[in-house]
Every structure is written in C-alpha cells, then in structure tokens.
C-alpha cells in the first residue's frame, strides 16, 4: 500500500458507504481482507493493532493483539472448531480436529498422543536426516532441480509415509490428497464448490485405500508379528484396538491417517520453504544461520528459522466460530463484545509482532522465548506434532545451507494459491 492508498481500514470502511447489501459488502471485505493476507498481512495487522485491535466488520471479526489471540484460542468453549468441522467431517470424517471439549474428544486426542509419542523424536529426526542426506546428496554442483517438488514437499511426505506406515502408498499421491483436502478446509472460507468436489474426490480415493493398507498390515502382523523395533503409527493402533479403552475402528484408524497427512504435509512444506526463504533473502543473516547450520545440533540453527518464520510464517492465523456473546479483552481499553456467530479470524502472525509482548518485533532476534512463536496455536486444538516439527523444519531447512549456494532461477509458482514449483541452481 502506497502513501496515496487509503488505508486498510478506510478501504474496508467504503464499501460500507458504497452498498446497502450487508451480503454484497461482506463478500467484498473478504476479498480485500483475503487478498491483503497473502501479499501484505503484516502491514494490515500493524494498522489494525494501532488503529482497532479486534476489528469487527460483520461477519467476521480479526484479532490481533498477543494477548487477545491467545485468550480467544484458549477460550475452546466460545471459540470452536465449528467454523471447519462439517469440512472435516465431508472431507476425512470425524477427526479430532473438528471435535468441541467433550469425553470422545479427550479418548481419541489420548489415543493418539499414544500412538504419535513425544518419545518417538530421536527416530522422527534419524528419519528426516536419512531424506534430507539422499536428496541433497544426488543432486550434483550445478545442476538445476526443483526446490519445492523435489525437496521442500517430499521430505516430509517421505517421512510421514514412514512413520505412519504407509509407505507403500506414492509420496506424489499423497500429495494429491493432502492439497485438496487441506485447501478445502482451512482455505476455502467463501465455499467455492469446485474446492469442495475436488477435496470429495481426494477423500473417495484415499479413504479405499489406506483401508486396504490397514487390513494388509493386519494380515501381516498376525502371520509374522510385527518383527521389527520401529512399530509404525499404523501399527500401534491396531494394537489398541485389544483394548476396549483405547478401541478404534478400521474406520476410525483410516480417517485418523488421514487426517495426520493432512495436518502435517502442507504446513509443513510451506515452512520450510518459508524460513530457507527469509534466510536467503536476509545477506546479514545468511552467514550466521550458515555457521549455525554447520553445528551437529539442530537446535542451533532452529532459533533461526523460527525467527525467520516469525517474519514469513506458514500461516497467518485461523479462523474460530463465536458460539456465544463474549467481550474479548474485558477490562482493557480495547474490551469488544463478539456476538454469537460470527466468524473470528486470530491472527498469530499479528501477535507475533506486538509490540506490547514482543521485544523488539521488527528485527531480527534469535534467542527468543519459546512463547514470542505462535506456529502451534493454543488451547484444546494445540498441534498433536509440534514435536516432530520442531525437528523436522529445523533439520531441512539445515540441509539446504550447508548444500551450498543455492540460486533462485524465476519466480515460485503457485497452485490453487499454494507453492507448487521453484526452480533452483545449487552451486
């Protein structure tokens, strides 16, 4: 936005002047609103910040101070899924994620924290490492790859496949369904049915057959046991299924998979690619992130790219349903009651740069606490595999620097606005 632009806010104030239909006006604000959070969400969210923190502009309303994120994410009896849950429901079937607090919800989120274990991280890593190492290591000084389809997306389908047990199904498949589904649940707010139909088909194709997979390994175990130490996620939930406490159905188990595809691999890849980005367009960061890379442990290199990612993160927020009348902020100069019903869009990427909790947010700090980053969310929906990405995003992204010089050959390219290819020159 140029000096001789509107403002964000009068822009958005003026199409209520311009039209009397609050439905026409709703369908232009989010349009704008959309358009301004994939090419300048950090400038909007500065002015709104400064100017009207939780703004409202019927119907839906965006949050944008630290502390009313996280109490808006932390409020999961007023703020809920439901926004996306009949998405999730149509598009994987009754996965966690679409669930509100309840007794189911606490059963199936245990079982698989159980079976995704936290004490699975020094495997996770040895995995990323063995992909990232086989990737970079074929690719020649020179020579021309792509650095989204030939790295940044298939590290982490790789090694998901893997552990979850399904690593005879094609990465390039997986792919498929996972960017359909995952468009269509967390991106496609307007309901744009060609969206929709495609992320039903993903579901149709997938659904038959990771269900064959779940009764070939069935097989398998009860032949041969399962004759190995590293027990897949697959694995460990078809032994729950001894247990009536911990029981899942095929079905259960097969939309589960599915849904850890499709929480995992976008985001993923987008972070990656996200923090090499920032890295590599930084030359007064770009040497130290090297130096940093080049240390066996990835920790060093993290705080890096999580500060980098805090400037270009995978995501800019997500939206929650108002299930009833809540005054956000209460007792704050800011204080503003939301009505039940309206859509809440809190925006981490915003929090992550007030100035109010965070020191210093317009430069670039590496040693933060771990709460100045807001890439997992809060509350009853945190990430199930934080964990794993605190590993996985760090370690590839640790690959790429210590491969070498790496040239950008053109622009990235996009489908259905997600990074699709990027072609590369390693030197």
């Not at 989010?30 to 923190?53: C, H, I, M």
């Not at 159905?249 to 998979?257: G, K, P, T, Y």
């Not at 985001?267 to 090297?290: C, E, Q």
């Not at 800011?334 to 009505?339: C, L, W, Y």
Request: charge should be neutral.
């Amino acid at each position: 936005m140029t000096s001789a632009t509107p403002s964000y806010l009068d822009q958005l104030a003026s199409i209520d002047r311009s039209t009397s239909d609050p439905r026409q006006a709703a369908q232009q604000k989010g349009t704008l609103v959309g358009g301004w959070l994939k090419t300048e969400a950090l400038p909007f969210f500065a002015e709104l910040r400064d100017r009207q923190p939780i703004y409202q502009g019927p119907p839906f309303a965006i949050v944008t101070k630290y502390a009313d994120v996280m109490e808006m994410f932390n409020s999961d009896d007023v703020f809920t899924t439901d926004v996306f849950a009949p998405q999730i429901m149509r598009d994987i079937g009754p996965f966690v994620l679409g669930m509100r607090n309840s007794a189911e919800y606490d059963r199936q989120k245990s079982i698989l924290r159980l079976v995704f274990s936290r004490q699975d991280i020094t495997r996770i890593q040895t995995l990323v490492k063995q992909e990232t190492s086989r990737i970079l290591g074929g690719i020649a000084p020179g020579q021309q790859f792509d650095l989204i389809k030939d790295y940044t997306r298939m590290v982490p389908a790789l090694v998901i496949r893997r552990y979850l047990g399904l690593e005879s199904i094609p990465h390039t498949t997986i792919w498929q369904w996972t960017r359909a589904i995952f468009g269509d649940i967390f991106a496609n707010i307007a309901g744009d049915p060609a969206i929709a139909e495609a992320a039903v088909n993903a579901q149709a194709d997938a659904a038959p057959i990771i269900a064959r997979e779940i009764a070939r390994r069935r097989r398998t175990i009860q032949r041969q046991g399962l004759g190995t130490p590293n027990v897949t996620v697959m694995d460990r939930l078809l032994a729950c299924q001894q247990n009536e406490t911990t029981y899942l159905s095929d079905d259960q188990i097969r939309d589960n998979l599915l849904g850890m595809f499709v929480g995992t691999l976008s985001l993923t890849n987008i972070a990656i690619l996200s923090a090499y980005g920032v890295l590599a367009g930084r030359p007064d960061i770009l040497p130290d992130a090297k130096s940093a890379a080049k240390l066996p442990d990835h920790s060093a290199v993290g705080g890096y790219v999580w500060e980098a990612l805090r400037f270009r993160p995978p995501g800019t927020g997500l939206f929650r349903s108002c299930v009833r009348d809540y005054t956000l902020a209460a007792g704050t100069p800011r204080a503003t009651t939301i009505k039940a019903g309206t859509i809440v869009y809190g925006a981490t990427a915003s929090a992550m740069h007030d100035a109010d909790y965070i020191e210093n947010p317009t430069e670039f700090q590496v040693g933060r606490p771990d709460d100045s980053y807001l890439f997992f969310f809060s509350g009853l929906h945190s990430c199930l595999g934080k964990y794993f990405s605190q590993i996985q995003v760090p370690i590839s992204v640790q690959g790429l620097l210590n491969a070498g010089t790496i040239q950008f050959l053109g622009d990235m390219t996009l489908e259905a606005g997600f990074p699709d290819s990027w072609q590369v020159r390693l030197s």
